[in-house]
């Protein structure tokens, strides 16, 4: 063989791994997405509500949803130091409807607390998670 072949049988070779890594990586500009970093797809509680943690790999932002894929929380930022101007929270509580997630300003686990129903009917809301280069996604419901 030449040297001319072998250049090009290292370029065939190389183009083909990229588009093999690419293929494996996907994207998700919105919600569902494809991978939760350790976080769970599911989460079910009783018509009584509870408490769930959670953890994963990496840390996220967190956002409640609706089923519309609507922002809907409102996000809290809890300080130890009485500044705020100079020191990063300690946690972060994201309240929407019945469900609430606190989780520490960098932790990757997180605490879901459902209230209690107090009517018949089945709900749900989605837990979006937020990570520098992915989103990751929960499907919380609370069922009779």
């Known amino acids: 063989m030449t040297l001319r072949s072998e250049k090009i049988k290292i370029i065939l070779m190389l183009m ?9 990586i996907g994207s998700c500009e919105e ?19 509870g408490i769930e943690k959670i953890s994963g790999t990496r840390v996220p932002l967190i956002h409640i949803l609706n089923k519309e894929n609507e922002d809907i929380g409102t996000i809290e930022y809890l300080y130890k130091k009485s ?9 972060i509580i994201v ?3 019945w469900l609430t997630a606190k989780k520490a300003y960098m932790g990757t686990e997180i605490e ?19 990570f520098n280069d992915a989103n990751g996604l929960i499907t919380v419901n609370q069922i009779q």
């Open 16 to 24: 083909l791994f990229t588009v093999m890594v690419n293929s494996c």
């Open 31 to 49: 919600p569902p997405c494809g991978n939760n970093y350790g976080f769970p797809d599911f989460i079910t509680f009783p018509k009584e509500g």
């Open 83 to 91: 500044d705020k101007e100079n020191s990063e929270p300690d946690s």
């Open 95 to 97: 309240k929407a409807d």
């Open 112 to 130: 879901l607390l459902a209230q209690p129903m107090q009517d018949e009917a089945d709900r749900g809301l989605r837990v979006l998670l937020s």
